[in-house]
């Protein structure tokens, strides 16, 4: 079973998606900001992909997705953004970071779900 | 909805846009249908019965017939027929096409414009060297509406996030008010035209590949067959069919076979040219 780290400030957001990653069938970690979510996935030498939101407190989607890709790693999650930041020169910036793929808030299950398989998580 | 009025816009859509609803289907023409009365000012069905019975208002014919047509599509939709159309349809057309470099394919069905815009984007991504091709694209669709959507080529964020990866969104697309738009420097030639399948369509001249998907579905098995002939016969010797996941000619059409090496409903002609097919309308 592959394992997803969600990245989100909001209890909300986070519970919708663990409900969502739940049914796609993966094993679901959590994180609320930046910050936690390099602790979790430096824990998680195996973990295969990242669900990020952009803007949290103490360290944001940016700083701890810059922050990963310096890392030295055997394996490099996929990871997917999902934030409300939905404009063209975010998007860039995000995949010039090193992200994946990109969901614009607010999402549907269906995109999680198309977003995954395009990355190859599912 | 008295059963009256129900057998007589059951029938109407099946005569003019060939859509067989089956029985017990009152909410969805109620949930369609009421709107468009409503906004005529009319008291309900009963009222736009009446008026469709009388004839003179070309455009409620037309509005009824759209509002019943289903326009849900996506990006590179099901994924795997543009994978095969990438892997195993286009080399080999490419290498017989080499001299006269020309490709024709035909959206049969294009609704709001997805599909050609992912098979124009699959081509430019994968075949660089088609560049200098002359390479057309027809879409054609019964709505309107959807139609000139398709020529916008502007769609929700929820629609460029359906199917669509998001390298191809930067590449392709830009922002704008409405959402996101086709770019204006991306030349994408594809040409949308009105059609409804019932009718004549020799017009639109012979293709090399004909996407015809998940519209046969709504259809009755003599409307599929004779549809699925009258395309046969627009077709090039060498030609490919794609229908959608749930579609198929088995049983249907003798003038297909089933391409072996593809897991999607993708079809190559075979045998001569069906003896011509009469449209319905």
Known sequence: ?122 | MSPEDYTYITKYLLDTTGLSLGENKEYLLEARLIPIAQSRGMNGIEDLVLSLRSQLDQSLKTEVMEAMTTNESSFFRDKRPFEEFKTSILPDLIAERKISKKLRIWCAACSNGQEPYSIVMSLRENFPELIDWNIQIVGTDLCTKALHRAEAGVYSQFEVQRGLPVQLLMKYFEQCEQGWKIKSDFDVGIQWKHLNLLEDFKHLGMFDIVFCRNVLIYFEPDLKKNILDRIRNQMNSSGVLLLGAAETVLGISDHYSKLPECQSAIYRVSGQKTQETQEVT
């Open chain 1, 1 to 122: 079973m592959k394992t997803i780290l969600l990245v989100d400030d909001s209890r909300a957001v986070r519970l919708v998606g663990r409900r969502m990653m739940g049914t796609l069938g993966l094993n679901v970690l959590e994180a609320e900001d930046g910050k936690q979510a390099l602790e979790v996935a430096r824990a998680n030498p195996e973990l295969d992909a990242v669900l990020l939101d952009w803007n949290m407190p103490i360290m944001d989607g940016m700083e701890f997705l810059t922050a990963l890709r310096n890392e030295e790693r055997d394996k490099q999650p996929i990871v997917v953004m999902c934030t409300t930041e939905n404009d063209m020169p975010q998007i860039v910036q995000a995949m010039q970071a090193g992200a994946n793929e990109y969901i614009m808030k607010p999402f549907t299950e269906d995109i999680v779900r198309d977003k995954l398989e395009e990355t190859g998580v599912l």
